[in-house]
């Protein structure tokens, strides 16, 4: 499973790229895509749309299952990636890069230092997977 | 292993086979193989295997065997000769579904029943109780595996198997047969609206009949599928899945299977409740429905109409063979009329237009 070093993630399996210092790419793990399988839809959010960190942003549709992905920060959304709502599989095949969900103007910066690191992360999984028994 | 789920006769193959395991029913299950959608198509146009051997076996043996049955079950087993198999729910008092299940009747005294899995020991406790000690309940379910084949070209691996007979055999009948030495079951049953049958058969031969049919019918196209791909083929048919669509709460008047309520056979549990149910109306209905742009509907998510809800959806997934989404809700009457336009709630994000359907929602052309 792919945690990549420079990423920040949440308990909700979304990941996090600073671009700049006030704006942020985020998508869904590895872990949450292979958890979900075959992506077949997305929901995303508007442009313009005010954020509350913690807040339903949009939904990932796999074809068992429909998984809603939340604000990792507070802030505006800058850019939805419209590529998904025709191509939205590409979230299982580059789910860090090509996959992006949505970029936010993030409110308060501060907040980016309550993330978890690549290292909580995977640790956060390896515990999941232990969980699961297999 | 310490997770407590157990494994079934056919687990070491699923493994090998790089099946996705999840744990489903206390049984830890193969969900998918080479992808849902590639295993739901290779079922509708050529045919697919899947281990269903969570499913549970009951046995109601004994001179009055029918007689219990016929008290417990709604659907009428009397009238049909042995060798038949009759798709029913078992009722509370209230009407509400304890069960949906297969009945086979191999005579007046040997009655074969398949329960969903999830509710075997509820449903063994359940017989035992309103058999009053009339004929002897068996659970039987460690010691059979179930396997479904199931697919247009189905007919003719099984008749590869077990005999040319095999592919002649009517819907919803089954034959005895022997292999490799063992007792099996036989039936032209199954849960995806395909052709072909369901062999039950002891633990013992359960991984070398996988292996054969998989091997005998390569040239059919034959491959694995999971319970992923069980649920969206029962699902474009409208067949209940106990559990989501039908339960305790839910007459089988509500969810559409009326026809399986047979108030003229004699006196049933839940005869009364049912009999009420269908003189007052009903007032919810399961439909099936077509969602008109994108979105996905889950079980759960609230159904509209007119501006006020109107009821919830019970399944939903995107139909791999019709590739728009589709789905499964009781709806308040007169809503469930098809043609009826309804919208469902996507967990609050936004509205999705959609359209009440006569079922199946998809159907061979």
Known sequence: MAVPKYYRYTESHEWVKVEEDNLITVGITDYAQEKLGDIVSVELPRVGDEVERGERIGMVDSQKASSEVFAPVSGVIAEVNDLLNDDPAVINSDPYEEGWFVRIEVEDTEQLDDLLTADDYEELITRLEEEEGE | ?365
């Open chain 2, 1 to 365: 292993m310490g997770d407590g789920l157990r494994r079934t006769a056919l687990y070491d193959n699923h493994v090998s086979a790089k099946a996705k395991m999840v744990p489903f029913a206390g049984y830890l299950m193969p969900v998918q193989y080479d992808g849902i959608v590639a295993e739901h198509l290779r079922v509708r146009t050529a045919v697919g295997v899947f281990d269903v051997s969570h499913m549970g076996e009951l046995e109601l043996l004994g001179p009055k065997a029918l007689a219990v049955v016929q008290r417990i079950v709604t659907n009428d087993v009397g009238s049909v000769r042995p060798g038949k198999a009759v798709y029913t729910p078992a009722c509370l008092e209230s009407g509400g579904i304890v069960d949906d299940m297969i009945v086979y009747k191999v005579s007046d005294e040997d009655i074969f029943i398949c329960v969903n899995a999830a509710n075997k020991d509820k449903d063994y406790k359940w017989f035992v109780q309103q058999a009053h000690g009339e004929c002897e309940v068996r659970d039987r379910s460690d010691e059979f595996s179930q396997v479904a084949v199931q697919g247009p070209k189905a007919p003719e691996l099984l008749g590869r198997l077990f005999g040319s007979d095999v592919p002649g055999m009517k819907p919803f009948t089954f034959v005895r047969k022997t292999y490799k030495g063992a007792d099996v079951i036989v039936a032209t049953t199954g849960y995806t609206g395909e052709p072909g049958g369901e062999v039950y058969m002891p633990n013992e031969v359960a991984s070398t009949m996988w292996t054969e049919l998989l091997d005998a019918g390569a040239d059919l196209g034959v491959g694995p599928a999971g319970l992923g791909a069980r649920d969206t083929l029962r699902l474009e048919m409208k067949y209940c899945l106990y559990g989501n669509d039908i339960d305790d709460t839910t007459t089988p008047l509500e969810a559409g299977i009326g026809w399986t309520v047979k108030f003229n056979k004699g006196d049933f549990v839940g005869r009364d409740a049912l009999l009420r149910q269908k003189e007052e109306g009903l007032k919810r209905a399961l439909v099936a429905f077509v969602v008109e742009d994108k979105g996905i509907p889950r079980h759960g998510y609230e159904l509209y109409a007119d501006g006020r809800r109107v009821g919830q959806v019970t399944s939903g997934t995107l139909s791999p063979s019709l590739k728009v989404p589709v789905g499964l809700g009781y709806v308040e009457v007169p809503f469930d009329r098809p043609g009826t336009k309804i919208e469902v709630d996507l967990r609050g994000l936004r509205r999705a237009s959609a359209r009440v359907v006569e079922p199946p929602l998809y159907r061979h052309i």
